[in-house]
T-cell receptor
Framework: GAGVSQSPSNKVTEKGKDVELRCDPI?????LYWYRQSLGQGLEFLIY????????KSGLPSDRFSAERTGGSVSTLTIQRTQQEDSAVYLC???FGQGLDTQYFGPGTRLTVL | QKEVEQNSGPLSVPEGAIASLNCTYS??????FFWYRQYSGKSPELIMS??SNGDKEDGRFTAQLNKASQYVSLLIRDSQPSDSATYLC????????????WGLGTSLAVNP
């Protein structure tokens, strides 16, 4: 079946603009994660959705970052008033949840803020 | 103390040798353990998962879990240059809403 998909694959924007990144998880997966990875660095947790529970937003670096997950499926990560330090690869991952916790990653969105 | 710790490396081994990657975790309630591989410029991909104490083998890969000592390791036998990548350890604690906690990864270089 189809894996996790993300769009766009690359995004170049100007400082101060808003951007939206999209993630389509694997069908049936109840858990969805967003991560950020800067060049040569580890995975930085941003936000975690699990079923109908309130999302764990503890990793969002500032109030310019927000995410939603509509209908328990597609998720959008929004960054408002982008800054150069927001430049990174944004990765989405999903899992079945409910004890089946293997995460499957999308290809990522490379964001460049000029 | 970080929740999941790995030696950042780089770990350098000759082709054909055994590569040993280690990971320690702080929460004794952790239940599920994962090793992922990430090639440069690519997304992480699962290599092994392990849930019980002992060894689990899959081809050239063996995961070892010791809950009493709070470590999990990954052995790669007959290392190949294609194994050169960053290896990420991840751990789930059921009490933490089953959120996956990641180490920063160990860089492995297999030299021909």
């Amino acid at each position: 079946g189809a894996g996790v998909s993300q769009s766009p694959s690359n995004k170049v924007t100007e400082k101060g603009k808003d951007v939206e990144l999209r993630c389509d998880p694997i069908s049936g997966h109840t858990a969805l994660y967003w991560y950020r990875q800067s060049l040569g660095q580890g995975l930085e947790f941003l936000i975690y959705f699990q079923g109908n529970s309130a999302p764990d937003k503890s990793g969002l670096p500032s109030d310019r970052f927000s995410a939603e997950r509509t209908g328990g499926s597609v998720s959008t990560l929004t960054i408002q008033r982008t800054q150069q330090e927001d430049s990174a690869v944004y990765l989405c991952a999903s899992s079945f949840g409910q004890g089946l916790d293997t995460q499957y990653f999308g290809p990522g969105t490379r964001l460049t803020v000029l | 103390q970080k929740e999941v710790e790995q030696n950042s490396g780089p770990l350098s081994v000759p082709e054909g040798a055994i590569a040993s990657l280690n990971c320690t975790y702080s929460d004794r309630g952790s239940q599920s353990f994962f090793w992922y591989r990430q090639y440069s410029g690519k997304s992480p991909e699962l290599i092994m998962s392990i849930y019980s104490n002992g060894d689990k083998e899959d081809g050239r890969f063996t995961a070892q879990l010791n809950k009493a000592s709070q470590y999990v390791s990954l052995l790669i036998r007959d290392s190949q240059p294609s194994d050169s990548a960053t290896y990420l350890c991840a751990v789930i604690n059921a009490g933490n809403n089953r959120k996956l906690i990641w180490g920063l990864g160990t860089s492995l270089a297999v030299n021909p």
